[in-house]
């Protein structure tokens, strides 16, 4: 891959492999992840109905004993 001037910023066109492989199309968002190795990966963001279908698979699968306490949340400590 090239490294390319595209405007004021710098561009690289994806091999149609990395397009194929991740079912990339024209509008897409990409999350490109760096390591201090200088490797990067490439993968394609979640859309939000996307998101919102991962996070009803958790849909009851917190412990039977769970409660929710917004007060012990918002308890800083030394507020009183």
Known sequence: MQVAKWGNSLAVRLPASVVDALGLKE?????????????????????????IERLRKYRGSLPPDFKFDREALGDRGGNE
Not at 28 to 36: N, S, Y
């Open 27 to 51: 509008g897409d968002d990409i999350e490109i992840f760096a390591t201090q190795e200088g490797a990067f990966s490439v993968s394609r963001k979640p859309t939000a109905s996307e998101r």
